[in-house]
């Protein structure tokens, strides 16, 4: 009798760890990457819904099979600076294995009606922002109500009003008020383009920030200044980020360490570190191109000494369409069309030793996260609409908006070997989690391959991998992701893209953050 109780006991268990049907999906044979855990095995991956509901040696089957032999199974990647908050703008970015992009360095105001339209419009990858202080201060100091996108920031470059003055008790109140009601509205936390107003008040930020702090979300921050030279240089920048950090107990999160530095990181770089190591929570973000881009009539471009504060540049460094500006052509545009978009050459990694080491720097940053900084898709009739796909030829941007990714992974990773697969999968996944999971719960379960882990899952060939757009010719996706899954549903197959699915889901802050998975 103990006997057959035995062997029904060892059938019952068995039974149990037996899958009842197959799996939704199945990712087999592959090089499987959990940057948390540090697994860097070759592994099973099961998927049931929109999670990863096993990850074993053992063999299991699906009703969809990738065999990923010889390929890397890696989480999605998660971009914390993606200005371009539009379909098109998605499909590119999930063709370089981005699953998961986010507006936080400006955000935008009124956040409800932002993710109202996102969610009727549907998105490829998901998506999210942060609350706009930029918005909330135009909206004040200027009069007029915001709209739920950069356009109508940048449309505001025109008017210096609101970028020299300072906020009076009643304004600071209102914008103030505004940002609460953005963060009660969802929105994973406050972004500050402080670089666009460099004359509004020290204690308006720092009350902004103190906001932050209060409701437990992280602020994203484009420094004051951009100048190699003193005063008001990038250094003075950065000095006032730590010390508001440190003071309202805010985290802060500092965007495109690489292109605000200039060439002072070798000054810029032990400040922060030095921060971090006292206590002060203090996070950065980088980018591996050398050049910018932003609107031809903002504050940074302005003052009779502007091009000697950005280390000499030249008119001639700023690109629209790819080709070179002259200097009346510039002049022209900043006095006539303020909003232009232009790509700024401030660095010249491929050209000069000494600024390619400057930005390793900030892309190697130890705990640094990569993001994009990438915008929208326009050709000479405006923003790309969102049923086109797929990307006109034409279309113009930034490169980054389309390669960073798999620029950062073919140059640092398979190239130069600067860096482990498994830190670099960090560097785009875990660690931009990591930032946003006081204020979006949500991204506990991104980020990671694991069990109980959302299913945004790429699986790419790393000795294929590579970004092909470039300046003159940005609208070529990037080659070697052959599978991007974004909440179990595949969006990219074999390396195409499926147009006819919209996967992607809101982030958004949880006032109660028991109530989030």
Not at 264 to 288: H, L, S
Request: glycine share 10%; hydrophobic share 45%.
């Amino acid at each position: 009798m103990k006997f057959l109780a035995v062997l029904f006991a060892a059938a019952v268990s068995a039974c149990a760890k037996a899958p009842t049907a197959p799996y939704d999906l199945v990712i087999l044979n592959g090089r499987v990457i959990d940057p948390e855990t540090g697994l860097d095995a070759i592994r099973n991956v099961g998927v049931n819904g929109d999670s990863v509901a096993v990850v074993t040696k053992d063999k299991i089957a699906g009703a969809t099979t990738i065999n990923a032999s010889g390929k890397v199974v890696a989480p999605g990647f998660i971009d914390l600076h993606a200005h371009g908050q539009r379909i098109p703008a998605g499909r590119m970015q999930a063709l370089d294995g981005v699953t998961t992009a986010l507006e936080l360095e400006v955000g935008v105001l009124p956040v409800a009606e932002f993710y109202e339209q996102a969610a009727a419009e549907g998105r490829p990858i998901h998506y999210g922002v942060a609350a706009s202080w930029a918005h909330a201060r135009i909206a004040e100091i200027v009069n007029d109500e915001p709209e739920a996108n950069v356009e109508w920031f940048t449309g505001h470059f025109g008017n210096t009003q609101w970028q020299t003055k300072i906020a009076s008790t009643e304004e600071l109140e209102g914008i103030l008020a505004r940002l609460q009601s953005a963060l009660d509205d969802g929105a994973v936390g406050i972004g500050f383009a402080l670089g666009y107003a460099p004359g509004s008040g020290r204690k308006e930020y720092y009350a902004a920030n103190a906001l932050a702090a209060k409701n437990n979300v992280p602020t994203y921050t484009h420094a004051r200044f951009l100048s190699v030279t003193e005063p008001d240089s990038s250094f003075e920048g950065f000095q006032e980020m730590v010390a508001v950090a440190a003071s309202t107990g805010a985290h802060m999160h500092i965007s495109h360490l690489n292109s605000i530095s200039l060439r002072d990181i070798d000054a810029i770089a032990p400040m922060i570190r030095g921060a971090q190591e006292n206590g002060v929570t203090i996070t950065v973000e980088a980018y591996p191109y050398g050049a910018g881009a932003t609107s031809i009539g903002a504050a940074m471009f302005q003052g009779p000494d502007w091009q000697a504060r950005l280390g000499g540049i030249k008119k001639s460094d700023f690109t629209v369409d790819g080709e070179p500006l002259s200097d009346a052509e510039f002049d022209r545009l900043q006095a006539d069309a303020p909003s232009t978009g232009v790509v700024l050459h401030m660095l010249h990694p491929d050209d000069r030793s000494e600024d390619q080491a400057a930005l390793d720097k900030s892309i190697l940053y130890p705990g640094g996260a990569i993001a994009s900084d990438g915008g929208y898709w326009s050709d000479a009739g405006g923003l790309i609409a969102n049923d086109i796909w797929p990307m006109p030829e034409n279309a113009q941007s930034h490169p980054r908006a389309a390669g960073t990714f798999s620029k950062f992974l073919r140059v640092y990773v398979r190239e130069r070997e600067a860096i482990s697969l498994l830190d670099a999968i960090a560097k785009t996944s875990l660690i931009p989690a990591q930032i946003l999971e006081s204020a979006a719960p949500q991204m506990r379960q991104k980020g990671r391959i694991q069990v109980g882990a959302d299913a945004d899952i790429i699986v790419f060939d790393l000795a294929r991998v590579s970004d092909r757009a470039n300046f003159e010719k940005p609208a070529q996706a990037s080659v070697g992701f052959e599978h991007v899954i974004v909440g179990g549903t595949p969006l990219v197959i074999d390396g195409v893209l499926d147009t006819t699915v919209l996967p992607g889901r809101p982030i958004r802050r949880s006032r109660n953050p028991t109530s989030e998975s």
